[in-house]
Structures are given as structure tokens and as C-alpha cells.
């Protein structure tokens, strides 16, 4: 059984910072590239970040420059590494395999910048 974990997430004011954390299990980690996605209250889930089995990563133009996505395969890990925060990146924040699979969602980790 797929399980993916979200954490990390948190309330914070614009400009700061936070680290989300993925926990993978049930899949076999280092073959799967991996993503980081959100969803904001009243809009479609969106693609913030992807990293591919070889670290090669790509990112949404909102947050070019200012997120960065990681992995460490030894522990079955992705991370977002979110700085310079603004109020538009508040959102439910979701890890899956790129692309995604339906069935892998988690429950997220809540993302509030204030102003």
C-alpha cells in the first residue's frame, strides 16, 4: 500500500520560510520522480515542483527562484524548501509521484502566509 506524508507545514509571515518533508512508502522510491503540488482555497490543484530520479528538477514560475525541491532516496524523502513566502502560497501543499497517480494522494500539510 502507497503512503505518502506530508509535514512541515505551519503558519508564517510573508517572506519567511518553511520546510515541507514527504515520507515515502510502498513504492519504490528512487525510481519514481516526485512532485510537490498545492491547492488554494477555491482553485484546481497545481504542480509547484518536480524532481526526477536523477535530481533533475523543474518548477512553476511562481516560485522559481524561491522554492527548492530535494530528495533523498535513502529515506524515501522529498522536500520543498519554500523562502521569501507570500500570502498567494497559502494552500493545502501534497506530495505524489510525477506524474501524479489519483490513488497516492495523502492528506497535505496546511501552508498560511500572512500579510
Known amino acids: 500500500q502507497v503512503q505518502l506524508v506530508e509535514s512541515g507545514g505551519g503558519l508564517v509571515q510573508a517572506g519567511g520560510s518553511l520546510r515541507l518533508s514527504c515520507a515515502a512508502s510502498?513504492?519504490?522510491?528512487?525510481?519514481?520522480?516526485m512532485g510537490w503540488y498545492r491547492q488554494a482555497p477555491g482553485k484546481q490543484r497545481e504542480l509547484v515542483a518536480h524532481i526526477t530520479r536523477g535530481s533533475s528538477t523543474n518548477y512553476a514560475d511562481s516560485v522559481k527562484g524561491r522554492f527548492t525541491i530535494s530528495r533523498d532516496n535513502a529515506k524515501k524523502t522529498v522536500y520543498l524548501q519554500m523562502n521569501s513566502l507570500k500570502p498567494e502560497d497559502t494552500a493545502v501543499y501534497y506530495c505524489?509521484?510525477?506524474?501524479?497517480?489519483?490513488?497516492?494522494w495523502g492528506q497535505g500539510t496546511q501552508v498560511t502566509v500572512s500579510s
Open positions: 510502498g513504492i519504490i522510491f528512487s525510481i519514481n520522480a
Open positions: 505524489n509521484i510525477y506524474p501524479s497517480v489519483r490513488a497516492y
